[in-house]
């Protein structure tokens, strides 16, 4: 399976920068990493994906290292509602030829007032 | 507004009886999934469907079972096998084969509690 790693937990301040890492050692030339969190009881949102250039959107940044074996996620200014459990995955090719997307445990980021 | 719905959000369920998690999509995708999460835990992939009649087996299959004869639709029924179904259920789904990115969209999840 292809197999993302994350620190269990980080804490921030409130209105400050953060940066959550991630390694995919095992990634394939092809497949995009993908960035999801979670608040509370609810669904996963997407935050942001790319593939090998680094990426900005209105949530966050996503900065990829150049032999694309991990990546991270940035936070510009963090809020209280960035609390969360941030989820970094891989696309995950089966031998069937369909794929699947494997969820790791994340990272539970507390932001502090 | 295009996304998922699933339901219903809480369902109460007594041993050995079977129930079946609604999840619908509008979003025109052809990709759809199942997950399971345990307090405390990560999403763990119970069922997939790249197209309308088929799906695959995920990592923990056992105790469910699916049926995709819509392509909106992706049904999930919790056996009595299933030792231990207490759970949040999510529903998802992406555009499908072909699309490099495939951003995966989740519905709300479905709380089952076994009595």
């Known amino acids: 399976d292809a197999k993302t790693t994350q620190p269990n937990s980080m804490e921030s301040n409130e209105e400050e920068p953060v940066h959550l890492p991630c390694n995919h050692s095992?990634?394939?030339?092809?497949?995009?990493i993908h960035w999801y969190r979670q608040l509370p009881s609810q669904g996963p949102e997407y935050v942001i994906h790319?593939?090998?250039s680094n990426v900005n959107n209105r949530m966050a940044s996503l900065a990829i290292a150049e032999d694309r074996k991990s990546s991270t996620l940035i936070l510009h200014r963090a809020t209280l509602r960035d609390a969360a459990v941030y989820y970094c995955i891989l696309r995950d090719h089966t031998t069937s030829g369909t794929y699947k997307y494997i969820f790791g445990t994340g990272t539970r980021l507390k932001v502090l007032a | 507004d295009g996304g998922i719905t699933q339901s219903p959000k809480y369902l109460f369920r007594k041993e050995g009886q079977n129930v079946t998690l609604s999840c619908e999509q509008n979003?025109?995708?052809?990709?759809m999934y199942w997950y399971r999460q345990d307090p405390g835990q990560g999403l763990r992939l119970i069922y997939y469907?790249?197209?309308?009649?088929?799906?695959q087996k995920g990592d923990i299959a056992e105790g469910y079972s699916v049926s995709r004869e819509k392509k909106e639709s992706f049904p999930l029924t919790v056996t009595s096998a299933q030792k231990n179904p207490t759970a949040f259920y999510l529903c998802?789904?992406?555009?499908?084969?072909?699309?490099?990115?495939?951003?995966?969209?989740f519905g709300a999840g479905s709380r089952l509690t076994v009595l």
């Open positions: 095992t990634i394939s030339g092809t497949d995009y």
């Open positions: 790319g593939l090998t």
């Open positions: 979003l025109n995708h052809d990709a």
């Open positions: 998802a789904s992406s555009i499908g084969a072909g699309a490099g990115a495939n951003v995966l969209t």
């Open positions: 469907s790249q197209i309308v009649n088929d799906f």
